[in-house]
């Protein structure tokens, strides 16, 4: 072909990103994207997948309302704000529980007064339980009502450690990176950037993208697990 008469183009800024995130390159993402800033381009570099028009069309209900549209027993998503560290008296100040199947989702804040009742209410719904990073979000439910029942059906941080053993930290938004190809914002990365962190002054409504995003990284994951004959292990 002749090369003098070929146009010079900019790179193609979807593949570098699926390659990156492939490589777990996420400065080289953040570069990408800093350097596309005021383009044209940024919308589609910024690469959520369309997570964030698919967060805001989720229903948020009154936590009665949410219970009783979703049936006992199904899958549901939780995130809370909670005192995670456990270096003081367990507490909760806020739960989410957001359902992939009815595309529902419930905020409750609660009180020292409230919060075992509540969190008695939800449990009797037997709702098989998603997150990242659920032992510690178990031992805050528990320390509230100790004589609810769980039941923990699917973590994305065992999941993760199931498929990558040699890594020091399993965190949300690099799980985010690898298996939804979703490169987020650094303010936005740093609320999944730890599970086991200490999530007391979190923004309810941060709780929802977070349950969100454990949900958009669970098929990839679920998909690899069975190709490596991870399922019967998790």
Known sequence: SDVCSSDL?????????????????????????????????????????????????????????????????????????????????????????????????????????????????????????????LKQTLYSLLAAAPEAEWYPCYDAEIAEYLLDANRQKYTLDKMLLRYAGAALSESEAALLSDASSDTLSIDPADLLRRAFYVSAVRPEQQRLLGDNGLSELF
């Open 9 to 133: 183009t900019g790179p193609d800024t979807e593949k570098l990103i699926a390659v990156y995130t492939e490589l777990e390159f996420n400065s080289f993402i953040k570069k990408l994207q800093s350097g596309m800033q005021g383009t044209d381009e940024v919308s589609s570099v910024s690469v959520t997948n369309g997570f964030t028009e698919k967060i805001a069309s989720i229903k948020v209900s009154a936590l009665e309302d949410f219970l009783s549209s979703v049936s006992r027993g199904s899958e549901v998503y939780i995130e809370t704000a909670a005192n995670a560290n456990h270096i003081g008296e367990p507490e909760i100040r806020c739960i989410c529980l957001y359902s992939a199947d009815t595309d529902t989702a419930c905020i409750r804040e609660l009180t020292p007064m409230d919060s075992a009742p509540v969190i008695g209410q939800i449990a009797e719904r037997a709702y098989r339980l998603c997150g990242c990073g």
